[in-house]
């Protein structure tokens, strides 16, 4: 396989020193490996602190900013970063209101994120945690316990990071997190394989003519292989998994992800059929994001995020950002 890397070895430092040198409103520790505001910490405001695996991007750290992230702690690819990162992380960003973890339910992150909590209260730093789980293709996987944290972490990095703009308490950042992924669910569908700097060559076998329902983001297996659909057959096989999980009365939030891999002329005429299905259930929208968000490095396919919503969760979610992957209203 082709790669626009060096050595797989220094890929996550380069694409790092790449960064810092693209925002300079970001201080990036390229050797601990920790990307903050650089206003941080910010008076009266919870702070915000998520990673993961790098291989993900703009996950997680393009969403660090204000109105979203305060910190993020990319690990080596698609392998959880370490909690000495995260207590770094959150020191850097703590202004006494406390910390906020927005932590995947993946095994590894989810006990280096607890580990890392024990070790900042330790040292004063008062820290909340907030689990998303919102996949609904499988309930276990190669990575998880549980169900996967997939789309939905961008709804509640944005929200979430949204309340504490507005100076709100860290019980209510955390509880208004714990709403949302309460409130979202996702599904995602592969049409190729990953391919990692480390191994060259694709993680699965997907012949050519199939495709593979219910991935996860590091190209865990999903609920099954079928032929090639059209864009329409693979969004009612999509939507379909979502709203047997999710029964919205109110408007949803519109995730249409893709993985890395699928054009966005693709995305948008997939997200055309996906629009079309809703409209035919009776769901209404209130807003919708199509591209590549929570990605898998050079996978083919996409992913949809629903997220049930209110008056409040909407005015959060318009509420303005600025980062290097989601910047709107500032």
Not at 23 to 33: F, K, Q, Y
Not at 111 to 121: I, K, Q, T
Not at 302 to 315: M, N
Request: aromatic content about 4%.
């Amino acid at each position: 396989m082709k790669m626009l890397i060096n050595v797989p070895e220094t890929v996550v430092a380069d694409a790092l020193r790449g960064m810092a040198a693209a925002h300079p409103e970001l201080a990036v520790d390229v050797e601990n490996r920790v990307i903050v505001r650089r206003d941080a910490p910010v008076a009266g405001q919870v702070a915000l602190v998520s990673g993961g695996g790098s291989g993900h991007e703009p996950l997680h750290g393009g969403f660090v900013g204000p109105g979203m992230l305060t910190a993020a702690c990319p690990g080596e690819v698609f392998t959880s970063p370490v909690p000495d990162q995260m207590v770094r992380a959150a020191a850097a960003v703590d202004s006494g209101a406390g910390v906020l973890f927005v932590v995947k339910n993946y095994t590894g992150d989810v006990l280096n994120f607890d580990m890392a909590a024990e070790l900042a209260e330790d040292e004063g730093i008062q820290v909340a945690k907030v689990l998303v789980n919102d996949d609904v293709a499988v309930t276990d996987s190669l990575y998880t316990a549980g169900r996967r944290g997939t789309g939905a972490t961008l709804f509640v990095e944005k929200i979430a990071g949204a309340a504490a703009h507005e100076g709100r308490p860290l019980e209510q950042v955390e509880a208004l997190a714990r709403r949302v992924n309460d409130s979202s669910r996702s599904f995602g569908f592969a049409l190729s394989a990953v391919t990692t700097p480390a191994k060259g060559t694709p993680t699965f076998d997907l012949p050519a003519g199939e495709l593979e329902l219910g991935i996860g983001i590091h190209g865990e297996p999903g609920r099954e292989r079928r032929p090639m659909m059209t864009s329409g057959e693979i969004a009612e096989a999509a939507v379909d998994a979502v709203l047997t999980d999710l029964a919205p009365r109110n408007p949803v939030l519109v995730l249409v992800n893709g993985m890395g891999a699928t054009p966005l002329l693709e995305l948008y005429g997939f997200n055309a059929e996906v629009q079309r299905i809703l409209r035919g259930r009776g769901v209404a929208v209130a807003r919708t994001l199509v591209g590549n968000y929570v990605t898998s490095l050079d996978m083919a396919g996409a992913s949809v995020t629903l997220c049930e919503i209110d008056e409040e969760l909407l005015g959060l979610w318009d509420a303005p950002v600025s980062t290097p992957g989601l910047r709107w209203g500032m």
